[in-house]
């Protein structure tokens, strides 16, 4: 007898969820890599080693925090560090467009939003990682990651041409609030999931995070 079809991934609720949400995410991050930089170059006329200064900041986050991150997530709940994440990176981007219309905004201010709003991405991206297994069941992961592949690249496209558009529409700085209102909807999205989470391990029962981080880095 054969077994049962299974159930299509779109039609459980709770996935749909988690995939607009990250989706949303990788927009906006797609989006703010190139967003930032056209705010600093064309609001604010940055220099080339001010735009240099720039994008090694958008680019440190990620060596920083990536395996401290990672270790750090397994200790607590996924859930709420997503949804956080999102609302930092929301704020700290709606922040932009707002300082531009009060003529407030300066290069300091777009260096501290890009890294706060890398590292909050590290540090979601690697809750997010660790989430979508308490989400479906091991036989569903594979499938699952192949939607979130392909919602990731579309966004990954997507996000630089959606940056262009806007900036000759309604100008670089008004174009950011897209990007704060992508990370609003992935944390809306991540609030209505409703499978419930796993308290994380006992501390007792977890490596230490240094040594974690040791065999990260040794791993690497």
Not at 83 to 90: E, F, G, I, R, Y
Not at 154 to 175: E, F, K, N, W, Y
Not at 185 to 194: G, N, P, Y
Not at 201 to 215: D, G, K, Y
Request: net charge positive; glycine share 6%; proline share 7%.
């Amino acid at each position: 007898m054969n077994p049962p079809p299974r159930t299509s991934l779109w039609r459980h609720r709770d996935f749909r969820l988690y995939w607009t949400g990250q989706a949303s995410d990788v927009l906006g991050s797609s989006l703010s890599s190139v967003a930032i930089p056209l705010v600093a170059v064309i609001t604010l006329h940055a220099t080339t080693w001010q735009a240099a200064i720039l994008a090694a900041v958008q680019k440190t986050p990620p060596l920083l925090f990536s395996l401290p991150a990672g270790a750090w997530c397994d200790r607590v709940r996924k859930r709420p560090l997503m949804v956080a994440t999102s609302l930092v990176c929301a704020v700290v981007m709606g922040s932009i467009p707002l300082a531009a219309a009060c003529d407030r905004l300066t290069l300091a201010q777009l260096w501290g939003a890009a890294f706060v709003v890398g590292s909050c991405h590290v540090v979601g991206m690697s809750a997010s990682l660790s989430y979508i297994p308490q989400l479906l069941p091991t036989d569903r992961l594979l499938e699952a990651n192949a939607k979130l592949a392909s919602a990731n690249t579309l966004a990954d496209i997507g996000g630089p041409a959606l940056a262009g558009a806007l900036t000759g529409v309604i100008g670089a700085a008004r174009s950011v609030v897209a990007d704060s209102a992508s990370y609003l909807v992935t944390a809306w999205c991540t609030l209505r999931i409703r499978t419930p989470e796993a308290a994380p391990h006992p501390r007792a029962e977890t490596p230490s995070l240094r040594r974690e981080i040791r065999a990260g880095l040794a791993y690497t």
